[in-house]
C-alpha cells in the first residue's frame, strides 16, 4: 500500500484555511445548492447531494442552512442565482498542472479572478486535457489514524478499498463509482469516517525540491483556493 500522498496535506490544509477564512459554509452551500438541482432533493437517491450534504455535517454546518442550500437547488428556495460547477486545468511554473472545481452563478467573474492570478504567478489555463491526462477521479475517504492497526487494515481492504494511505489519517482509496458502497462497508466495522469525498489523484508526482520553486508553487495553490468560487484544488506537485 502507499505510504504518502499530497492530497492528504493538501486536505489537512485547505480544511484549516476554510475554518479560518468562514468561507466553509458558502462553498458546501453552493455544493448542495447545485447537486440539488442536477439531481433533486433525496439525499438517498441523488448521490451527489449526499456527499455534499456529508461534507456539511463535517464541517458542522447548521441543519437549516443544508436544508435552505437544498431548497435553493430544488426550485423552493428564494434566492434567484443559479449556480453551477466548473472544472479549469492550469499549467503552472516548472510543469506543474492543477485541477481546479469550482462552483459559481458567473462565469465569467470566476474566470477573470482566476486568469488575474495566473497571469502574475507564470501560470495558464490549459485545455481540455492538458492536465487532466496525468489525474484519476477516484473516491477517496478519511479515517481518523487513532487505534487502527493490522486488523483494521484487512477490514478496509475486505471492505472493498484499492489502495490505504498512512498517514496521521488514513486515506482509503476507492474506485469513484464504488465511494458510498465502501464507505457504508467501513461504517459498519466501527470505523470513524472524518470525510468522504470524490477527488483528482495525480498519476505520477512532480517532486520539487529547490526551496524557491517549492515556495511558489505552494503561493499560487493557496491564492487560487482562497478564491470564494474555488471549491477544490488539486496538484501533481510534491513539496
Known sequence: ????????????????????????????????????????????????????????KEANMPKDNIQRAIDKGAG?????????????????????????????DNKNRTVA??????????????????????????GVIILDGDNLDDDSEL?????????IIKDAQWQVITPADALMIVAENLKKQNLNIKEATLAYLPKEELTLTNPEEQEKIEK????????????????????
Do not use: C
Request: hydrophobic share 40%; proline share 1%.
Open 1 to 56: 500500500m502507499s505510504g504518502h500522498s499530497k492530497w492528504a496535506t493538501n486536505f489537512r490544509a485547505k480544511s484549516a484555511q476554510d475554518a479560518k477564512r468562514g468561507a466553509a459554509f458558502t462553498k458546501i452551500a453552493n455544493l448542495i445548492t447545485v447537486a440539488a438541482r442536477e439531481g433533486g432533493p433525496d439525499i438517498n437517491s441523488n448521490f451527489k447531494l449526499r456527499l455534499a450534504v456529508e461534507k456539511g
Open 220 to 239: 499560487l495553490y493557496n491564492l487560487i483556493d482562497n478564491l470564494d468560487d474555488i471549491t477544490n484544488i488539486y496538484t501533481n506537485a510534491n513539496w
Open 155 to 163: 477490514l478496509i481492504i475486505d471492505a472493498g478499498a484499492e489502495d
Open 113 to 138: 479572478d482566476l486568469k488575474a492570478i495566473l497571469n502574475k504567478h507564470g501560470a495558464q489555463l490549459g485545455s481540455s486535457n492538458s492536465v487532466a491526462w496525468n489525474f484519476d477521479r477516484r
Open 76 to 104: 423552493t428556495g428564494k434566492d434567484g442565482a443559479i449556480f453551477e460547477e466548473v472544472t479549469y486545468e492550469i499549467i503552472g511554473p516548472h510543469g506543474v498542472g492543477y485541477i481546479v472545481e469550482a462552483v459559481t
